[in-house]
Every structure is written in structure tokens, then in C-alpha cells.
């Protein structure tokens, strides 16, 4: 019922009066009642407790005995002062939000039996600059690291096959990350915003490329998706502004809502005979040459269509084979849109070039056009 009633006549028993700033009962440490700075939990504790030193804001570092094993959710949330923290090795639990907002921890190595990362646990530790993550941890949870703005980089071992939701979402300060060979599933979002990501490699182990994953990520210039991948989400490439490549494999065969949008970098995208569609906002908000010469014209929305216009003309002059009536659709569109694609045409050369050799340009329109 009433926490801080229950918690006064449980400290009021006599057997916890005597014990000064920490209430543990049974080897746990149910509270920390104490003032703050450098503290040093008790020998012989085993446990500590659901947000047993939740914001201790004065908290500066904590010493915690070897003889600890597990570390509850929210044990330490919110204490923004703690600098330093030495988990012991033989610690095989550590809970929920255990570290959230503990603004001021710079690093810390999680021990040997720690075999999951549970969600929130380092979420918002904005001075973090290195963590350790044990060969045994097989998932890192729901924004586990999120808004760890300090941590350049992190090497997540090869034992982890899940990547949840949010999981390094507004890591600002990460430039690279190696996602493990056999890692199954990535998140929504598990690297959302991530500004200073460059360089990420994807396995092979990876069937679909989840919604937002790498949303946001402004500093990745370039991806390769592997051939095991099927389908792009939706919004998993959205606002990468610095993206100038990416080789989308054959295997693909469902590309999601905006997985594109906002990427302005894109000069030219090759669409893989496996896609049959591209989705109206896939590429919206940025416009570059569209390879795909089995799609016709009629198979992409108005936005796209200039798009592959430019890179059905790269083809048609590069004497690539293609369909006679996707070919004769694709001229008939050209001539059909002349003069409204004659601004595209002075950018693109080999669009303006079809139009000259498929006498699609009087001689009239010549000097304005080179106007």
C-alpha cells in the first residue's frame, strides 16, 4: 500500500535500528539510508534490492562486496553523481534501469555470468564512455544503452542474436559498430540517431532489416546489405543524409514505407529484379537515378518517375537489355513529359541525349533548353 508508511514501520523494527545507513536483512540490502559520497556495502550481502540507493543524487562511488550475486532493478537509478562502480565477477544478474541516469559513470566492465543486458540498464548514462559486455550475453534489451552520448564504441560479442528496440537509440558518439555474425534479429530503432555512426557491418545472419534501425544516422556514407536479407523496414534508412551508396541484393524482396526518405547523398539507387514495387515514400524527399529496368514506368508513383526515367536513359545508352515493351512505355512517357523534363535532362546527360536521339527536342526548344 503506502510505500513510505510500510517502510517506516519496517524500519522501526528493532533488529534493523542498529544497522546505520544500510537496512539489510537475510544478507540483502533492502535500502541505503545514508548521506552519500564514497560508500562500501557490508561483507557477507548477497542481494541488492529494487532500487535500494535510488537517487542518491550524492552517491560519488560505491564500493559493493565480492560477496554480491545479484544486482536488482533500479538499484542504483538516478544516482547522477556516481562516478565509479566495480561490479564483482561473480554477479550473474543485473536488473532493469540497475544503472539508468547515473549521469556521471564513465565505465564499467560487467562480469563473466551476465548472459542478458535487461532493458534501460545504462539508458541516459550520457558520460559512458567504454563498457564490457561478456562472451556469454546472448540479448541486449529494449534501450538498454540508449542516449549513452559518450560511448565512441562498443563491442557486442558474438554469443548476442538479438538486438531489441532502442538499444544504442541517440548514442551520438558511436563511429562503428560490428554486429556479430550471429545476431538474428536488430530492433526497431536499436541505432536510431546514432549521428556519428560511419561504418556499420551487417551479417549475413540478418533476414530483415528492422523499422528505423538506422533512421537518423546522418554520418553513414555508405551500406552493404547482405544477400541474406529479404526485406528493408520501414523508415530504416530514413534522414540518412550522408548516405551517398547502398546495394540493395537481389534477395530483397519488400522494401518498407520511407526505408529511404530524406537520404539527399543518394545519386543513383539499383533496384533488384526481386522487387516489383517501389512503395510510394520510399525514396520521397530525395531524388536519385533509379536503376530497375524491369519495372515499368507505371510501376512507380509520380514522385519517382523522373528518377527512373534518368536511369532507364543510362541503360537504353549503355545498349542494356531490355524489355521492347517496358523500352517503347518508357520513350512514350519521356516524350509525352518533354518539356517538364527538360531541366532533369540538362542535369542528367544521357537523359538529354535520348531525347536528342530519339528526335524528341525541336529545333526550336534547342537555345532555350541550353539556356
Request: with cysteine; charged share 20%.
Amino acid at each position: 500500500g503506502n510505500t513510505n508508511l510500510s517502510w517506516k514501520l519496517f524500519s522501526d523494527t528493532p533488529w534493523l535500528k542498529n544497522l546505520g545507513e544500510f537496512a539489510v536483512v537475510n544478507h540483502i540490502l533492502l535500502k541505503y539510508q545514508g548521506v552519500g559520497g564514497d560508500v562500501t556495502i557490508p561483507e557477507g550481502v548477497t542481494k541488492i534490492e529494487d532500487e535500494a540507493f535510488m537517487n542518491c543524487t550524492s552517491l560519488t562511488s560505491v564500493a559493493i562486496p565480492e560477496s554480491v550475486t545479484e544486482i536488482e532493478t533500479g538499484a542504483f537509478k538516478g544516482c547522477k553523481g556516481l562516478t565509479s562502480v566495480t561490479i564483482p565477477k561473480d554477479v550473474v544478474e543485473i536488473g532493469s534501469s540497475a544503472f539508468s541516469g547515473c549521469m556521471s559513470l564513465t565505465s564499467v566492465t560487467i562480469p563473466e555470468d551476465v548472459t542478458k543486458i535487461h532493458r534501460h540498464t545504462f539508458y541516459g548514462c550520457t558520460s559512458l564512455t567504454s563498457v564490457t559486455i561478456p562472451e556469454d550475453v546472448t540479448k541486449i534489451e529494449d534501450e538498454a544503452f540508449m542516449n549513452c552520448t559518450s560511448l565512441t564504441s562498443v563491442a557486442i560479442p558474438e554469443s548476442v542474436i538479438k538486438i531489441e528496440t532502442g538499444a544504442f537509440q541517440g548514442c551520438t558518439g558511436l563511429t562503428s559498430v560490428a554486429i556479430p555474425e550471429n545476431v538474428m534479429e536488430i530492433g526497431k530503432g536499436a541505432f536510431k540517431g546514432c549521428t556519428g555512426l560511419t561504418s556499420v557491418v551487417i551479417p549475413e545472419s540478418i533476414i530483415k532489416i528492422g523499422d528505423s534501425v538506422f533512421e537518423g544516422c546522418t554520418g553513414l556514407t555508405s551500406v552493404a546489405i547482405p544477400e541474406s536479407v529479404i526485406e528493408i523496414g520501414k523508415g530504416a534508412f530514413k534522414g540518412c543524409t550522408g548516405l551517398t551508396s547502398v546495394v540493395i541484393p537481389e534477395s530483397i524482396i519488400k522494401i518498407g514505407d520511407s526505408a529511404f526518405k530524406g537520404c539527399t547523398g543518394l545519386a543513383s539507387v539499383t533496384i533488384p529484379k526481386s522487387v516489383k514495387k517501389i512503395g510510394k515514400s520510399v525514396l520521397s524527399d530525395c531524388y536519385p537515378v533509379l536503376i530497375a529496368p524491369h519495372i515499368p514506368i507505371s510501376g512507380f508513383d509520380a514522385m519517382n518517375k523522373p528518377g527512373a526515367c534518368a536511369g532507364f536513359a543510362k541503360l537504353y545508352f549503355e545498349k542494356a537489355e531490355l524489355d521492347e515493351e517496358i523500352k517503347a512505355d518508357y520513350l512514350k512517357y519521356i516524350k509525352g513529359k518533354k518539356k517538364q523534363f527538360y531541366p532533369l535532362a540538362v542535369e542528367h546527360e544521357a537523359l538529354l541525349q535520348l531525347m536528342f536521339a530519339e528526335k524528341m527536342i525541336p529545333r526550336k526548344d534547342i537555345d532555350p533548353l541550353l539556356e
